[in-house]
């Protein structure tokens, strides 16, 4: 399937850490991406991780993935007001080859 | 270089006009790909180009009519768009395998009035 689930809004003080969630629907998705989208601005490819590993970090950013529960996060750690922005799961539909995008997470960080 | 570049960033067209929206990508990648995207929303895919040729329509009226010209470019060709099609318009390229990275571009606002 298609279904690509995440939870809409979060708003965060600066300085703290923030996660988002996602769920995922096609088990033979073997990567899954994180996009980070600011306004008026196209999609920024922040992150990925092969379904073959539980996390991934990449400084500030800490991927965990159950792939048992087919669900998805992306910590940030240390919020900074330029993470303020539209935060898109997505997973690779094999045998599509298509991304098949979350409903996006928008992040409000508070100075 | 990682880059797509959209050209233009901005566009204003009637419902009578005919515009295109462009594409480049210097990465090697031989697939590309058109996405919509309204506010706040994730973006749709329209077309896919796989080695220079349309593998994917995803049922896009006629009015939107995609071109790749060679391995590097990809254009839009637009005409007789409706008010409801102004959205951001945002090409992808990426290698033309399953699970890859695919780089999106900063899109072009359109708005049709």
């Known amino acids: 399937g298609e279904d690509v689930e995440q939870s809409l809004f979060l708003s965060v003080r600066e300085g703290d850490s923030s996660v988002i969630n996602c769920t995922y629907t096609d088990s033979s998705s073997t990567y899954l991406y994180w996009y980070k989208q600011e306004p008026g601005a196209g999609l920024q490819l922040l992150t990925y991780i092969f379904s073959n590993m539980d996390m991934k970090q990449d400084q500030r950013l800490t991927v965990l993935l159950n792939k048992k529960d087919k669900h998805l996060s992306l910590r940030i750690a240390d919020t900074q007001t330029g993470d303020s922005a539209i935060y898109f799961c997505?997973?690779?539909?094999?045998?599509?080859?298509?991304?098949?995008f979350g409903k996006g997470n928008q992040v409000v960080v508070i100075p | 270089d990682t880059e797509v570049t959209q050209t233009p960033k901005h566009l204003v067209m009637g419902m009578t006009n005919k515009k295109s929206l462009k594409c480049e990508q210097h990465?090697?990648?031989?697939?590309m790909y058109w996405y919509k995207q309204k506010a706040k929303k994730p973006p749709e895919l329209m077309f896919v180009?796989?080695?220079?040729?349309?593998?994917i329509n995803e049922s896009v009226p006629s009015r939107f009519s995609p071109e790749c010209p060679n391995s590097s470019l990809l254009n839009l060709h637009l005409h007789a768009l409706q008010p409801e099609d102004s959205a951001l318009y945002l090409c992808a390229s990426s290698l033309p395998t399953d699970n890859t990275e695919a780089f999106f571009g900063q899109g072009t606002r359109l708005t049709v009035v």
């Open positions: 180009y796989s080695y220079e040729k349309l593998s």
């Open positions: 997505a997973e690779w539909l094999y045998g599509n080859n298509r991304l098949a």
């Open positions: 990465m090697g990648h031989r697939a």
